[in-house]
């Protein structure tokens, strides 16, 4: 992973965590207070708490990419043809969306940019190679793990 500068984030546990649609989930981020809360149960799989951790700490890169660098990674993901994701955060969205979702670069195709971006993140750097949750195509993979390449690794990442 390339290296990350900023100030301090938090990082706690909690042992019950819902998400705004009031499911339970394995983290949370409040990217103002610059917090991340984690399951408990996260401690007892390095494998769930690296890919988990990963995730949360990229939504606070993508806050900062610029719009350039997100628009970027928005047209790979308006290029792909084939289905799945790397991670159930990502798919789901991915799975509700419109034609005219995206199109229109609605609120929901947005959100969804963002977890796929933290998704792929997790997927490249937390050492999880094989998890049920990475669906996507080799094809898109190699053209995500590309992007990241060109895009990300030669600077340190702004958190």
């Given at each position: ?80 043809r084939c289905p799945g994701e790397l991670g159930w955060s990502a798919e789901w969205r991915r799975k509700a969306l419109s034609g005219a979702d995206v199109r ?31 669906s996507l195509c080799r094809k898109s993979r190699a053209v995500r793990r590309e992007w990241f390449r060109k895009a990300l690794e030669n600077r340190s990442l702004?958190?």
């Amino acid at each position: 992973m390339p290296p990350a500068r900023g100030r301090p984030i938090l990082i706690e546990f909690q042992k019950t965590i819902v998400d705004e649609a009031g499911e339970a989930a394995h983290a949370a981020t409040f990217l103002r207070e610059r917090r991340i809360v984690l399951e408990t149960g996260l401690r007892r799989s390095r494998r769930e708490f690296s890919r988990i951790l990963v995730h949360e700490l990229f939504h606070f890169v993508w806050l900062r990419l610029g719009n350039p660098i997100r628009w970027s990674y928005e047209d790979v993901l308006r290029a792909e043809r084939c289905p799945g994701e790397l991670g159930w955060s990502a798919e789901w969205r991915r799975k509700a969306l419109s034609g005219a979702d995206v199109r229109s670069r609605t609120r929901r195709w947005r959100e969804y940019c963002c977890e796929s971006f933290c998704d792929t993140a997790a997927w490249m750097y937390s050492g999880t190679a094989d998890h049920p949750e990475f669906s996507l195509c080799r094809k898109s993979r190699a053209v995500r793990r590309e992007w990241f390449r060109k895009a990300l690794e030669n600077r340190s990442l702004s958190i």
